[in-house]
């Protein structure tokens, strides 16, 4: 099995920065083979798409976080970042790592197979 485990919420100010890990294990597991996603979920809305990671580390992220946060990978530590600055309150929500079950990247939580626990995030103002 495949388990992925986030790190690094919190309380922040707004302007603030955060960085989430997400460290990844499993037997059969080849983590340079799959893409990584970050996806958060606000309370009362549904699960949305922050940042995603191809294997080779091409990155996509979504409209609302662009030029802000930045994805990266270790592929030899089987961890992915999220690095989060100038934070706003609208950025508060539990933070989710999942990857996918195959090579391709994907924007949707769909195209994903797993998925960690969550962190929290909090953007005061």
């Known amino acids: 099995q495949v388990q992925l485990v986030e790190s690094g919420g919190g309380l922040v100010q707004a302007g603030g920065s955060l960085r989430l890990s997400c460290a990844a294990s499993?037997?059969?597991?080849?983590?340079?083979?799959?893409?990584m996603g970050w996806f958060r979920q606000a309370p009362g809305k549904e699960r949305e798409f922050v940042a995603a990671?191809?294997?080779?580390?091409?990155?996509y992220y979504a409209d609302s976080v662009k030029g802000r946060f930045t994805i990266s990978r270790d592929n030899v530590k089987n961890m992915v970042y999220l690095q989060m600055n100038s934070l706003k309150p609208e950025d508060t929500a539990v933070y989710y790592c999942?990857?996918?079950?195959?090579?391709?990247?994907?924007?949707?939580?769909?195209?994903?197979?797993?998925w960690g626990q969550g962190t929290q995030v909090t953007v005061s103002s």
């Open positions: 499993g037997r059969t597991f080849t983590f340079s083979n799959r893409a």
């Open positions: 990671s191809s294997g080779s580390g091409r990155t």
């Open positions: 999942a990857a996918t079950r195959g090579v391709a990247v994907s924007l949707d939580e769909q195209g994903y197979a797993y």
